[in-house]
């Protein structure tokens, strides 16, 4: 039985429901050696700002129970080189290309989305509000106000669909949904990293030169999966999961939660093949259930 596993996010199709996360497959070069980057639903790019950025100093990165806490500190190529180099370079794969956009103050993200706003093959943009690894970079996320205005300013100067990021350290994650559906937000990804530390008793430091970093990985599934059905419920725009999903049983607690599809982070460290064992996996359980498409699933959680 053939199963169709394209949804449309905002009027753009994917042929598939699995992207790779923001900033865990940088701008797709590497994942490139090992396989066809036209086998994603989509890639989603590391966050890019108006200028480069080294981020910062290491160690940046370091495994916890279940997941990893990173401050990358938003390294990047900054959006001139992201253009001329990397996003030329991912025009030649048949997948959706979102790129990631983050910045210290709203007019970066117009000006960068202004940039890319002439660059077709930037199907999408993913507004990065929630990145919890640099000064200001949750101010947005947290203020449902703000980001409503921010989503706003953006499709201005943005033709095609605008992707709102949230943040799990929120108060109330529906009520920044909210503003972003009503600034005219195509769809919204959830969720980010939460905030979290780790220290070496040895030294007494904590393990990361930023002192806190963000929490990914299997660890955050569980909170991930009840946002985005919270979120699910609240909103009428498509929901993109992430969170700890390493394989397709994952990813289809995603789609029973709500998400129409899922990008997959932490797991691309383990297996950077994840995302094509995610769709083999997938395609099997819906023609095992006698399922013809994967929006099917969506949604469809039998609640007690
Ligand atoms: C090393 C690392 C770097 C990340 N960089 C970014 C980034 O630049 N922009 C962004 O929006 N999210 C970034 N994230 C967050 C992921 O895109 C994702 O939201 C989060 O890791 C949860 O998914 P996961 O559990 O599958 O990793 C990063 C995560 C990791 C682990």
């Known amino acids: ?46 966050s890019i700002t108006i200028s480069p950025r080294e981020g910062h100093p290491p160690p940046r990165t370091t495994e916890t129970s279940a997941g990893m806490l990173n401050a990358i500190g938003l390294a990047n190529v900054g959006v001139d080189r992201f253009i001329t180099e990397k996003l030329a370079f991912l025009e030649k794969f048949r997948t959706v290309v979102v790129v990631n956009v983050a910045g210290a103050k709203l007019q970066e993200y117009v000006d960068i989305c202004a940039r890319l706003a002439d660059c077709p093959r930037a199907d999408m943009v993913e507004l990065n509000f929630s990145c919890p690894n640099v000064e200001a970079g949750m101010e947005i996320a947290k203020s449902a106000s703000l980001a409503e205005a921010a989503v706003r300013e953006i499709k201005r100067v943005f033709p095609r669909p605008v992707i ?83 394989n397709w049983q994952d990813a289809v607690e995603f789609f029973l939660c709500g998400a129409t599809a899922v990008q997959v982070g932490t797991g691309l460290f383990v297996e950077p093949d ?24 969506i949604g469809k959680v039998r609640k007690y």
């Open 1 to 46: 039985m053939s199963v169709d596993l394209s949804v449309e996010i905002a009027g753009v199709r994917l042929s598939n429901p699995i992207l790779t996360a923001s900033g865990t497959c940088g701008y797709g070069e590497e994942l490139a050696e090992l396989y066809d980057l036209s086998h994603l639903g989509g890639i989603v790019t590391k």
């Open 274 to 297: 994840a995302p094509l064992k995610i769709v083999r996996g997938l395609k099997k359980y819906l023609s095992d259930k006698k399922l013809n498409r994967v929006t099917e699933l």
């Open 164 to 246: 709102a990021k949230l943040s799990p350290n929120v108060t109330d994650i529906t009520e920044i949904a909210r503003a972003c559906e009503a600034g005219g937000a195509g769809a919204l990804a959830l969720i980010n990293t939460l905030v979290g530390m780790a220290v070496d008793i040895e030294s007494r430091r904590p393990r990361l030169t930023n002192n806190t970093g963000g929490l990914s990985g299997p660890a955050i599934k569980p909170v991930a999966l009840n946002m985005v059905h919270q979120v699910y419920n609240t909103v009428k725009i498509p929901v993109i999961g992430i969170g700890g999903i390493v």
